[in-house]
C-alpha cells in the first residue's frame, strides 16, 4: 500500500489521548501535510465531520499525525459488482 497522500481516506486509529481519543473510530480525507512534529514526525490536515481538536472544539479540520491515521483503499470497481438492467419498451 503506498504511503498516505493528499486526497486519500483514512480512519483515525489513534490520537494525542491514544486509542481513547474521541477522534478515534472517524473517517476522514487527508487534505494537506503541515509539516514535520519532532516526536509525532509528519503531521496531516485532516477534513471530517464533527471532529474534535485537541482544544475541545468542533469543527471540521484536525491535525493529526500520520501514525494515527489508516489509510482506506477506495473499492475497485469490476464487471462482477455491476448491475444490467433491461428495460421493456412498448413497440406501437
Known sequence: MKPIQA???AEIIEGALGTKGPNVGKTVRVVCL???HSEH???WKVEGDNLITEYGAVGNTVDC?????RKIEP???DETNSTTKELDVPTH
Do not use: N, T, V
Open 65 to 69: 499525525a500520520q501514525s494515527w491515521l
Open 34 to 36: 503541515r509539516g514535520e
Open 41 to 43: 514526525g509528519r503531521i
Open 7 to 9: 486526497g486519500d481516506h
Open 75 to 77: 473499492p475497485q470497481l
